[in-house]
């Protein structure tokens, strides 16, 4: 980054962490950052008195937030969400707080920032995929980011599955495959092993579908899913995702879900499981070389 988005070192991160919990919606992700959970990257405006801060969790996801009006820190901003240097060659999605972000970003980006939405108020949906694929490649696309919270006095209870639920131990987390995993989410394996906790629905040697901490600090605990790929739309995933809320339940976390508006499974699933929409944010896809 140029002087306008200064690179943080790690020991400063306290002061950061602090105005970050102040942000009204969840944000674990950029903490697990903060507090060393996982690798990342800060940058701010300020070194000694950051108003306007960036936070990248290398998964892919990042949030903007602070003062919106630093004229120095939004023209590098600029350049970074357009990815003007080729910097950036993997996927990230974006959140900003406060509000007046999001105008301040079409301010930025002018006609660089396409909104899924209203794709679909003048396409079918098949035609409003396909035009995000061609139009990613050098504009912003803009999702929904769905914040829910969990009713448990309306939860789902469903009927035991024939596979059998394991803890994931070292030897489960070694094997478990695809996008949506503790590896990804946790800086080592001993990390989540003695700090968090996750469960896997086996079937024999298979792992059907996992449900884990992505996520974990204090009474919140938020959730992970994956579904190994040929065991997908069989309904697995609620099994595995209804034992670890039964270990919120008695160990007293509050479950977090979130997902992209557009993920018609997780959106489905975290429903079926007794979760109720609590905010739906903008979500920005950034370009990628």
């Known amino acids: ?137 050098n504009h912003i696309i803009q999702w929904g980011r769905v914040n829910f919270i969990y009713k448990e006095i309306d939860k789902a209870i469903f009927p035991k599955s024939e596979y059998k639920i394991n803890l994931i131990d070292s030897e489960i987390y070694d094997r478990i495959e695809g996008s949506v995993i503790p590896k990804f989410f946790w800086k080592s394996k001993e990390l989540f092993l003695s700090e968090g906790i996750g469960y896997a629905l086996m079937n024999g040697d298979d792992i059907v579908s996992i449900a884990f901490s992505s996520c974990m600090f204090e009474n919140v605990l938020e959730i992970g899913v994956e579904t190994s790929e040929k065991y997908r739309k069989m309904g697995f995933a609620k099994y595995v995702c209804q034992e670890l809320l039964s270990y919120c ?22 429903k079926s499981l007794g979760f109720e929409e609590a905010i739906i944010l903008p979500y920005y896809e950034l370009i990628k070389s």
């Open 1 to 137: 980054m140029k002087d306008g988005m200064i690179l943080v070192n790690e020991n400063q991160y306290e002061e950061i962490l602090v105005q970050l919990k102040n942000i009204p919606f969840n944000t674990l992700f950029a903490r697990a950052v903060l507090e060393l959970k996982f690798f990342g990257k800060v940058f701010v405006d300020n070194i000694n008195e950051p108003k306007s801060i960036y936070i990248a969790h290398e998964y892919g996801m990042s949030l903007l937030f602070g003062d919106t009006e630093n004229s120095e820190f939004n023209l590098n901003l600029k350049e970074y969400l357009l990815n003007k240097n080729k910097d950036r060659t993997s996927y990230e999605l974006l959140q900003v707080y406060p509000e007046k972000w999001n105008d301040k970003l079409k301010e930025l980006l002018n006609d660089n920032i396409i909104r899924y939405s209203k794709l679909l108020d003048d396409y079918s949906k098949p035609k409003a995929d396909t035009l995000v694929e061609k139009y990613k490649e």
């Open 249 to 270: 339940q008695k160990n007293n976390y509050s479950p977090i879900w979130a997902c992209k508006l557009e993920n018609t499974g997780s959106y489905s699933l975290a």
